[in-house]
């Protein structure tokens, strides 16, 4: 089945089409969110979203684009939208837990039964920090070096996604990277890992 005939049989409510679907682009989605949410439970609770989306407005999608375009593009804009609400709450947690005390904050201990704790733990942080520095990035940097990086596009995809110029998106991956660099090499000179 090729993608005018996937649309057009979603678009009428097939079945098979829809799954064809999913089994098609799931991992793709999926990547596509965790590359900006760094969770792999609310990435694949994100991508769910973008199919029942796609299953709701099938009949909105035009054909301008490839479906792998247009996926992107949703999975990219649910998550960054996921991030937002998530900061904003976590703003009002930290509001909420000055003024009790921070009572209601749990604290846990995780075990790691490898052979070399030190090292994961490491590993860990490096991620982490790693993450950390690409949620500091301007929001249209962050989408474009997550794109580029986590989902390999070429930078014309990547332009598609986002609906900006080819110039524009080499700029925003330019930028990301080098604001990248500085905030490492600051957390790398203050010896945070």
């Given at each position: ?21 999913v089994e098609t682009y799931q991992r793709m989605v999926v ?163």
């Amino acid at each position: 089945m090729d993608e005018s005939e996937l649309i057009k049989g979603i678009q009428q409510g097939d079945n098979k089409a829809f799954r064809l679907l999913v089994e098609t682009y799931q991992r793709m989605v999926v990547n596509t969110c965790f590359g900006i949410v760094h969770n792999t439970a609310d990435a694949e609770d994100l991508a769910q979203d973008v199919f029942l989306e796609i299953f709701r407005t099938a009949e909105n999608f035009r054909g301008d684009s490839k479906i792998s375009t247009w996926l992107y593009r949703i999975a990219t804009n649910r998550s960054l939208n996921f991030v937002r609400n998530n900061k904003r709450k976590r703003f009002f947690q930290s509001i909420e837990e000055t003024f009790t005390g921070g009572r209601n904050r749990n604290s846990e201990i995780s075990e790691n039964r490898n052979d070399q704790p030190d090292q994961n733990i490491t590993d860990q942080q490096r991620s982490d920090l790693l993450h950390r520095a690409i949620d500091r990035l301007p929001e249209k940097q962050r989408t474009a070096f997550t794109l580029n990086k986590y989902e390999e596009l070429p930078y014309q995809q990547i332009a598609e996604v986002m609906e900006i110029s080819l110039a524009s998106v080499e700029s925003l991956i330019h930028r990301a990277k080098k604001n990248l660099q500085e905030q490492l090499y600051e957390c790398y000179k203050k010896k945070c890992v």
